[in-house]
């Protein structure tokens, strides 16, 4: 008996299915099974074994439309009597879930990048009305080049009613409730998902009890994260972030607060001082809080403790460089490039300038009393670190501030002006006011240590998020005794190269480049890594914004690579990139 085309087609099928050679099995359920294949050793390739009933066609043909690099590039496919078979170009690499499995959660700068990246492949398919359906921990590969989203054999189109003729698809603990029946999948489905997935990297854990423990830890999530956790996971997707892209931002403002709250938390004095430091403000209800609304220990003291406003929604990252004072900013400032394409790096040096010859943009700092005697002994009335030590020798060099989302987002210079004497944890008070001069917002940053002639730039939000204050003032707060010491060494000198800008899926702009530690000593409780901070200025060479990244280079003369998270940055004509140790 003759065949027919579709019997043929069939037997052809079979005939290849039967050529490929399984080398490893990432995935096998209800949805279907995901192999690492090879065929007469050409590969390896990823097949994806899709029973008949669940795959939609047309996911497929979107699929081949997607230029993201994030999701599978269909090689083939064909069809065998129960299954519809997908052939995809194979990356190297682990599952999100082998990964965590093996080295427990992430740290949150690993999550959240991962997290982004995951964004990205997933607005890809939204571009084209499609909805992922199984964003897990298996179905994410994390590859030389980032992370990828793989597995789209229970993608739908946005609209699709879930069908009673199906079983219940998706993952457990990572499927959002519409996939059970309640209501058709769209943008907000795989929202919850993505939401469910950035839990599961800082928590090291699924979804479960433990889980909902472990996620209201703020020593394992910090707050700013799991606002937007809790969020993009709600039961009701109406209460979610509606697009993919607006989780995404939510999760990159709240990256920046979290930054900033492991950044106070790193610096953190010892036990014996206990007495002296306390919380400084409660938490509110808003998505994510300022490293001081966080529960972060602070000096206390009886001057600072003016109203700490409630949170904003979204906290910026820390933004902090090691310059020596501003009269030798030239050379460390110096551009080497302008516009959108180019600008300058730096190295972070920690030479100890003169207080005399460090000058703030905005005109001479208060000069120090000279309160030596001529026999070179304190007068009388003064300590020894009084002398050395003036309450004008913290000053602000330079800041700005704009509005972003109902914050005040801004970038500041702090800088010590003292010739010998380093300052533990340095704070500055961020102060709004109305038009008619009363503040509407007030709040205290601390930052790590401030040797000799060095300037920290720091880049934050403040503000309550509901009022636009008319003016911003940055005061620097006069530090404790116990706060002021002698230097001991000189601090770590990097170097940071080949610093370029460019923008990502979503939209943001990325900064990538290397960073090399060159000289001088770290602290001994730096955890190995550096802190660049990339800060950019408009056409007159002011000081307009800022971003950083993490890089570990915990050897010295050995260049490292970092990549900034993409955010939304203002207009600039030129940029700069210090490091310093973490």
């Known amino acids: 008996m003759a065949m027919g085309p579709r019997e043929g087609r ?10 490929y ?21 050409f590969g390896p390739y990823l097949r994806k074994k899709i029973p008949s009933p669940l795959v939609d066609r047309r996911v497929w043909a979107a699929l081949s439309e997607c230029v993201g690099l994030r999701l599978p590039h269909v090689v083939a496919t064909y069809e065998t009597p129960d299954e519809f078979v997908v052939v995809c170009d194979f990356v190297p690499g682990d ?18 990048r991962i997290a982004l990246e995951v964004c990205e492949a997933v607005e890809e398919l939204h571009r084209r009305g499609i909805a992922h359906c199984d964003i897990s921990p298996r179905n994410v590969l994390l590859a030389a080049d980032g992370a990828h989203l793989i597995d789209l054999g229970i993608a739908r189109p946005f609209g699709i009613e879930p069908s009673s003729e199906t079983p219940n ?15 058709p999948v769209d943008e907000r489905t795989d929202v919850y998902a993505a939401a469910r997935l950035l839990g599961f990297m800082l928590t090291g854990l699924e979804p479960g009890d433990a889980y909902r423990v472990a996620l209201v830890d703020e020593s394992v999530v910090p707050t700013p994260l799991r606002a937007v956790i809790e969020r993009g996971s709600a039961f009701e997707p109406s209460a979610r972030f509606q697009t993919i892209r607006d989780f995404a931002c939510a999760v990159r403002e709240s990256a920046k607060g979290a930054f900033s709250h492991g950044a106070s938390q790193a610096r953190e004095p010892s036990c014996e001082a206990a007495d ?7 938490e509110g209800d808003n998505c994510c809080g300022s490293a001081a609304s966080s529960g972060i220990r602070v000096p206390a003291k009886k001057r600072r403790t003016a109203f700490v406003a409630a949170s904003c929604i979204a906290a910026i990252l820390i933004v902090l460089a090691v310059a020596i004072g501003y009269a030798a900013l030239s050379d460390v400032l110096a551009e080497v490039g302008a516009g ?17 010859d460090a000058l703030p943009v905005d005109g001479e700092a208060p000069e120090a009393a000279d309160r030596s005697s001529s026999d070179g002994l304190p007068p ?9 030590f003036s309450k004008e020798d913290l000053v602000v060099a330079e800041s700005s501030w704009r509005m972003s989302n109902g914050c005040i987002s801004y970038v500041v210079a702090l800088r010590n002006e003292s010739k010998d004497m380093a300052v533990d944890y340095p704070a500055f008070n961020i102060v709004g006011r109305d038009s008619e001069g009363k503040i509407v917002s007030s709040e205290e940053q601390v930052l790590p240590r401030l040797n000799p002639g060095e300037t920290m730039y720091f880049a934050s939000i403040a503000g309550t998020g ?15 005794d116990y706060q002021v010491h002698r230097a001991q060494s000189e601090s770590a000198v990097f170097r940071v190269a080949d610093v370029s800008a460019t923008t990502d899926a979503l939209g943001g702009t990325v900064f990538v480049g290397e960073v090399t530690w060159e000289g001088g000593e770290r602290d001994e409780d730096a955890a190995g890594d550096a802190l660049v901070m990339v800060a950019l200025r408009d056409g007159a060479g002011k000081l307009i914004g800022g971003t950083m990244a993490l890089a570990s280079c915990p050897e010295r003369g050995v260049p490292a690579g970092f990549q900034t998270l993409g955010e939304e940055m203002p207009d600039y004509a030129s940029f700069e990139a210090y490091a310093y140790a973490w």
């Open 466 to 480: 509901t009022v636009t204050p008319h003016s911003v003032d940055f005061l620097p707060i006069a530090p404790d």
């Open 276 to 282: 002296t430091f306390g919380a400084v403000g409660d």
């Open 10 to 19: 069939v037997l052809h099928a079979m005939s290849i299915d039967d050529a």
């Open 380 to 388: 009388a009335g003064f300590s020894e670190e009084e002398m050395v």
């Open 340 to 356: 959108r394409d180019g600008g300058s790096v730096h190295q972070a040096r920690d030479d100890h300038a003169s207080s005399s």
């Open 21 to 41: 050679e399984v080398q490893r099995v990432l995935s096998s359920g209800s949805g279907g099974r995901t192999e690492v294949v090879t065929i007469d050793g």
């Open 95 to 112: 599952t999100l879930y082998e990964v965590v499995s093996a080295q427990g959660r992430l740290p949150v700068s690993g999550a959240v």
């Open 169 to 183: 698809l998706g993952t457990h603990g990572f499927a959002a409730p519409e996939q059970y029946g309640f209501a």
